[in-house]
């Protein structure tokens, strides 16, 4: 669970899902793979959160297999691009822009930049990881969690 007090909330366009989290950062990424920038019209940027997440209106989430490790949820009524999930965990990455309150929020590392179209850059001087540090990482993370 994050600090008190550092919980953020978002909405689809519509409405007709919400949620609600416990964050216990204000980090967001930008991911510019190929799937990312097809589902969210651009590079995506989310907030990253391992932990509960309360939703309302679920019976609105549409939930899409992007690989065999993750889904990406979307509103069934108005296609609002809500989060990236992590099957079988508590990790999501929620949309910024689906977020109530986008004040606070810092860029702090883009992914996936050997994907990265060339007509545009971000200003910000952020770590830039390609997909295959990525998954390096996320290999090394699965590790350490089985030894300890």
């Known amino acids: 669970m994050g600090a008190a007090g550092n919980t953020v909330t978002g909405k689809c366009l519509c409405g007709a899902v919400t949620f609600a989290a416990d964050v216990s950062t204000r980090d967001v990424d930008a991911c510019h793979c190929s799937m990312c920038r097809r589902w969210s019209a651009g590079p995506y940027i989310g907030l990253s959160h391992n932990g509960p997440v309360t939703f309302t209106g679920a019976e609105n989430i549409g939930a899409y297999k992007s690989s065999e490790w993750a889904e990406r949820g979307f509103c069934k009524v108005c296609g609002s691009s809500l989060f990236y999930h992590l099957l079988g965990t508590e990790h999501y990455s929620f949309s910024a822009n689906a977020l109530d309150d986008q004040s606070g929020f810092s860029l702090t590392s883009q992914?996936?930049?050997?994907?990265?179209?060339?007509?545009?850059?971000?200003?910000?001087?952020?770590?830039?990881?390609?997909?295959?540090?990525?998954?390096?990482?996320?290999?090394?993370?699965?590790?350490?969690?089985?030894n300890g």
């Open 111 to 146: 992914i996936f930049i050997d994907e990265k179209p060339a007509y545009y850059d971000f200003a910000n001087d952020t770590p830039k990881l390609t997909g295959a540090e990525v998954f390096a990482a996320f290999a090394k993370a699965g590790e350490a969690e089985q």
